[in-house]
């Protein structure tokens, strides 16, 4: 999916869209869910900054009225002898700026886990769901160290280990794989015992 199709939405509390999940998902890990710090332009701001410096460089304001304006064709703009001088002050006036931090969640999610996450559930610590191997299709380790101990492999895409870590119970279509069909070494030699 190409970036431009990518929209981000600004959200105040990005804590409260992980809150009732069954797994808890720590700052660390929103990016895996498409929740980053984004860059916004504070528009009104910037205008008002824009203004003051268009009123200190009157000869933006004149060439405007010729080279922005409708005054004249394309081809005629391209060797006006002021085009140079004039797209210099257009990239100057676009770097007064008023600029802040916001969260935001991308939509569609591009979901980014990696191998090594590791995600508590939230009424047993003990209790975990680990990214082993990567890909569009993740292996997911299952484990707990008490009480009753285990420890079984999963293939699961990363919108099922999303609903996963949301719900608490295995969504359909993710696969127990034995450790013999793990893609990581450490897995197939001892970690899995379903």
Known sequence: MSTDQKKWIQIDD???IFSNWAFTIKKAHWAAF???LR????????EQLRDKWESKNPRYTELAKTLAGTTLK???KDIHPDIEEWRQLQVDRL????SYLAWAYSSPVAYAFEVGDIFHLA?????????????????VKHSRRHP?????GYQATPEQLKKWLERGDIPNGVVQIHKNQSRSEIAKFYEYTG
């Open 14 to 16: 990005p804590a409260a």
């Open 39 to 46: 860059e916004y332009t504070n528009q009104e701001k910037t």
């Open 148 to 152: 009753d101990r285990f420890s079984i």
């Open 123 to 139: 009424t047993n610590e003990s209790e975990v769901l680990q990214v082993v191997a990567g890909g569009d299709v993740l292996e």
């Open 34 to 36: 498409g929740v980053g």
């Open 95 to 98: 770097r007064y700026k008023i």
């Open 74 to 76: 394309p081809a005629e």
